[in-house]
């Protein structure tokens, strides 16, 4: 079973450009989350989906950051404009609904997008 | 959630028995204490979780308080693989809703 990819692996763009990431969730989970670690500090939520809905979306740092998921499936994160401060690795999680169902509840993460912002 | 509390180094002999401690002393009845790590630069990857007993699966035991107010992850024979940070979350395991918060962990390094 393939697990959570993400695309690309690492982006290097400069300030002002846009880059959008893409994630893959394991087939069949509805929860799709996105993380980033910024340089030295810890990992961050930014946002939450059940299937095509955004859950919570409380760590999303401002209106630079857009992220979808259409049809339930993948999902997008695109940052327009990049800021310098937006370099670091972003990480997609996935997880079925139920806890149990798999046998733990676990998010499973792909393995992150490192964005540099020049 | 409540919050926890790590060291934030450690260091353990390959072969022998990691233990990885973790304070939660706000910890609430119906939170769950999850252990997750991070090797390099790699995903996190889950490890454990329980609630109030002892658990044990391939990778880990998961050792708990009877007050629940501290917890110890145990790596019974650890490799040189098992050198990763390693995160102890507290959080409400409420169906859709399992947002994992971070801290900064406990960098984990085994010495061959």
């Known amino acids: 079973e393939a697990g959570v990819t993400q695309f690309p692996s690492h982006s290097v763009i400069e300030k002002g450009q846009t880059v959008t990431l893409r994630c893959d969730p394991i087939s069949g989970h509805d929860n799709l989350y996105w993380y980033r670690r910024v340089m030295g500090k810890e990992i961050k939520f930014l946002l939450h989906f059940v299937k095509e809905s955004k859950q919570d979306e409380s760590g999303m740092p401002n209106n630079r950051f857009l992220a979808e998921r259409t049809g339930g499936t993948y999902s997008t994160l695109k940052v327009q404009p990049a800021e310098l401060e937006d370099s670091g690795v972003y990480f997609c999680a996935s997880s079925q609904v139920r806890p149990g169902t798999s046998g733990t509840g676990e998010l499973f993460f792909g393995e992150g997008s490192r964005l540099t912002v020049l | ?112």
Request: hydrophobic share 30%; charged share 20%.
């Open chain 2, 1 to 112: 959630d409540a919050k926890t509390t790590q060291p934030p180094s450690m260091d353990c002999a390959e072969g022998r028995a990691a233990n990885l401690p973790c304070n939660h002393s706000t910890i609430s009845g119906n939170e769950y204490v999850y252990w997750y790590r991070q090797i390099h630069s790699q995903g996190p990857q889950y490890i454990i979780h329980g609630l109030k007993n002892n658990e044990t699966n391939e990778m880990a035991s998961l050792i708990i308080t009877e007050d629940r107010k501290s917890s110890t992850l145990i790596l019974p024979h650890a490799t040189l693989r098992d050198t990763a940070v390693y995160y102890c979350i507290v959080r409400v395991e409420v169906i859709g809703a399992q947002k994992l918060v971070f801290g900064q962990g406990t960098r984990l390094t085994i010495n061959p």
